[in-house]
């Protein structure tokens, strides 16, 4: 058994059992979802604990770490769990961590082109590799001034937004209308592929908050007025073109001289789901579902062994459990006007629930195992029909802003009937082409350039969660539910019983929680 873990930006930390010549992920969890703080940084004690508390006293072996370098608390913390578990531990570089998680793809009996690219990490901010059965073999590196997700996430500040966070904002903007031909950004180069170095060149030569002035100062000049919304869209499109064209001039160029088709693309910089979209308009794209610094944990513990992961899912996190919330129930009896509680059973789930969102009630899912990632995929979801309405709704009690679209889930056997370019997507981490005729049926998950990022469901991945949405088509006749994730906006997505309830308090007309059904009175 194998303890990763990592203890920079979004902790985490998960459990491997490497026996029987496979990997098999047994539990990945990040940090925030029990310290409630976004993207927490340090040991992931909760996380931990939750592990070996709940893995029948099978104590891992070793420790291996996501990330290099840390001094001060940071290391003290590491070292202090080390001397109490009494066993090796082993530190991984960050980007090898990334790229490792191309063992969860399905390229184990043919060779792929890894590419990680983030705002940096233990002196790079992105590399080029090679990976095979044999391991992998890294070929190109940028360093960390020449960081293509710290210029993205310069931009983010640029526009008021929070970097390192709100980098989907930018990306949202950037599909509104606007003409950036009549402000000459065209032909501006702040940061570009060069094939002579096989590097990213950025050409401000700082990053951080000195690249946020420089930026700044640019765009100014150009007459742009940053607190507008169109200055903003102008701006999200020149950020996001940039990412477009360089990523894929560096990947144009890796293919072409190794002969591969087949990229892995993990790291931040992979959660941009318009680029990815574009990276598979040639290419055979595979996308980690935790793709972000979360993903060190497992990256590290797969780089100690030489084993692919068959990955069904990222149901690998707090476990909700009806015992536990009759022990809640008891304690809101107190005040019996708050909610009307029902329990129901499984196989009572999906009409019920069905019904509900029939007749255009939120509904908010917390059951069984907790993601792991940055998706909510049934497990810890806010559901409704795919409605503007409903999304303007969830907007205004979200308290978030109107321009950022939602998502939906559908069933993976209706994906040919609505769009273009049909591929099994179970984990969200890529972009579809709606069909036209359709655009209207589900307006309150498209975005403003026709696409969506749906999550593909086959029955077996999540029945219960498959069989509501079946029971909406057979009444409705779509295959489609809004699927957002259930947390407060700015907030980590709910972990246990009462994150939930705490958050149902501002959201939703019903919670589903475990098996008992919360209905606000």
Known sequence: MILGLTDGHNA????????????????????????????QRGAPINSINYILNNNDNKKPEIITVGGMFRKGKRLKELKELQNKLNIPMLYFNHHLCHASLYKLSNFNKEECLIITMDGGGDGFSSTVSIGNKKG??????????????????????????KPMEDEGKVMSLSTYDGNIENIEL???????YNKKTKTINNYLGVVGFEATKALKRIFENKNIVLNDFNGKILISKYAQKTLESEVLK??????????????????????NVQLNKKIMENYNLFVPPFMGDEGLSVGASLLFNNKFVDLKTTYLGYNIENKNINTIIEKIKLNENQYKIKYIGEKEIPEIIGNLLINNKIICICRNKMEFGARALGNRSILA?????????????????????FAPTMLYDYVEEYFKNPHYNPFMTTLFDV?????????????????????????EF?????????????????PFVLNTSFNLHGAPIVCNEYDALKSF?????????????????
Request: charged residues 25%; glycine residues 6%.
């Open 12 to 39: 985490s930390a998960c459990l491997i059992d490497n026996k029987n010549n496979k990997n098999n992920i047994e539990y990945a969890l990040s940090e925030e979802r029990f310290t409630r703080k976004k993207n």
């Open 136 to 161: 992998i073999e890294t070929i190109a590196q940028s360093d960390l001034i020449d960081s293509m997700g710290d210029f993205y996430a310069s931009i983010t500040e640029v526009l008021g937004f």
């Open 186 to 192: 065209n032909n501006l180069k702040i940061i570009e």
């Open 250 to 271: 560096l990947i144009n160029e890796f293919s072409n001289e190794t002969g591969i088709k087949n990229i892995v693309f993990s790291g931040g910089v992979a959660q």
């Open 385 to 405: 029909l795919p409605k503007k309405e409903n999304a303007k709704k969830i907007n205004k009690m979200l308290n978030r802003d109107s321009f950022m679209p």
């Open 435 to 459: 069909k036209k005729e359709y655009i209207n049926k589900i307006d309150g998950v498209v975005h403003n350039d026709g696409t969506t990022r749906a999550q593909t469901l086959k029955k």
């Open 462 to 478: 999540n029945p219960t969660y498959y069989n509501i949405i079946d029971f909406v088509n057979e009444v409705k006749g779509a």
């Open 505 to 521: 308090k501002v959201v939703g007309d019903v919670l589903l929680l475990g098996n008992y059904l919360f209905m606000k009175r």
